[in-house]
């Protein structure tokens, strides 16, 4: 079985930290959105990753590289976003028949990992949503099976939302299905959903798909739900370790990196910090800091600073891309 990670996106919603990083590769509780889908990946033993890249794909690479050395791994490059299903479609010379768990790039789960990948059916997984509108929508019937799915339907049949993960034993019938949504007109952002291949595969080829309920469901894609996922996660993998502390008190839940100097501040609760990053006079909670890093003299809540970052002055909100210099004073 091989995993699919498409990780090709831009992170409009994210900007402006996505204009220079990978929405993928922004830190959240000590380890970046990717590492914690392939670590989950890797422990319930999947071996073989196939990512599909585009924008700022070379430090996806790099990164794979350096934090898993060892892993057996490609890269497929998605040059135009034309949605999910065409991503997965870029990768159909890696797959040879296999049984494939798709895995969306910006999407963090609780799950039974260990149980999906032993199903003798393939599966969709879901959760319920207040407006389903904006996702992938799955319509069930008795014992969970997957009647249809529709994509950001006007009028949703279910609120069962599709959460970005996929296990799927039919590959060869998936990519014949792709083939097929691939010839006909896109949806009117000009993509290619995978929703449309799978509805093909239930509808015409009459495979059976059932449902798997997800514990929690974080679509990092925004900064709300990417400081909610910091915060829930941080909870479970409490870490901290800067070196020098001078006249600090720290908050748990916290990560913090190697090689960071905190003086004369108040870390926390519910925030990380990259590495090397320095931090003076300074209030920080429910809030995740880039690595090389400058704080002084601000109090921040609910804010994202990129890599590289220098910020002094007072109390805000924000959200900082990398190589920003801010005075607020």
Known sequence: MKAIIPVAGAGTKLRPLTYTQPKALIPIAGKTILSVIVDQLIEAGVVEFVFVIGYLGEKIQDYIAHQYPSLQCSFVTQNDRKGTGHAIWLTKDEINNEEII????????????????????????????????????????????????????????????????????????????????????????????????????????????DAFRVNTWFDCGKKETLLTTNATLLKKTDNQSAEDQESTVIIHPVSIAKG????????????????????????????????????????LHGSIIGNDAFVRGSSQSLNIGDNTEIDLR
Do not use: W
């Open 102 to 209: 798709i895995v969306l790039g910006d999407t963090i789960c609780d799950y039974n990992l260990n149980n999906l990948i032993q199903s003798p059916i393939s599966l969709i997984g879901v959760q319920k949503v207040e407006d389903p509108r904006n996702f992938g929508v799955a319509e069930l019937g008795e014992e969970d099976r997957v009647l249809h799915v529709f994509e950001k339907p006007m009028i949703p049949k279910s609120n069962m939302a599709m959460v970005g993960i996929y296990f799927i034993k039919e590959t060869q019938q998936l990519f014949n299905a792709l083939d097929i949504v691939l010839q006909q007109e896109p949806t009117a952002s000009g993509e290619y959903p995978l929703t449309n291949a799978i509805e093909q595969m239930i509808s015409v080829d009459h495979i059976r798909f």
């Open 260 to 299: 960071c100097v905190i003086k004369n501040s108040i870390i926390g609760p519910n925030v990380t910090i990259g590495e090397a990053t320095k931090i003076e006079f300074s209030i920080i909670k429910n809030s995740i800091i880039g690595s090389y890093a400058e704080l002084e003299d601000v109090l």
